[in-house]
């Protein structure tokens, strides 16, 4: 059983790296299709960029589920399906909720630096560490000054995109 879980914690860690190289390198670094879809984020938080992916996600998942039952691949692999699906909440407060704890207080003001500061700084939403580990964090004074201006932001207001999309059929189309 203790074995189990950490192949699930292995892949929610996993997560946290895909989760970084989805933002910083696909939707900020290099032109790729992330880019547009994520500028427009940028642009309008209310918009939610990954809706397209919940489909192939979890038809992906129940697939394998299918084909390899609980294997160690796919406990792993629903490890990173959490981890994906703990960004989305997470990400949904940061923009839309009042945080509930100091833990998302950082997290929200880590994420609307990004938004707000440096857009080429916080990419984690989930996570700080590959920030840290690749230099991407804002650090010292520099969040520190910007600290209780990005706290005061107060939280949306208004509907995400999510059902315009899906009226439009882009959840529907992988």
Sequence with gaps: MV???????????????????????LSHSFNTFAKPLHAVHHRDPHAVFTIRAWTPIALSWIGGLALFGWASGMIFYSGMVAGFILYEVIHYR????????????????????????????CFGVTSALWDWIFGSEIIGTEMKRSAEALLAIPPLVGPTNVRRLARLGFGARW
């Excluded at 923009?95 to 700084?121: C, I």
């Design 3 to 25: 074995d189990l879980a950490a192949i699930f914690s292995a892949g929610v860690f996993a997560w946290t790296f895909a989760e970084y190289v989805i933002h910083a390198w």
């Design 94 to 121: 940061v923009h839309f909720a009042v945080p509930r704890g100091r833990f998302e207080v950082y997290l929200r003001m880590r994420h609307l630096a990004h938004h707000f500061v440096d857009p080429a700084a």
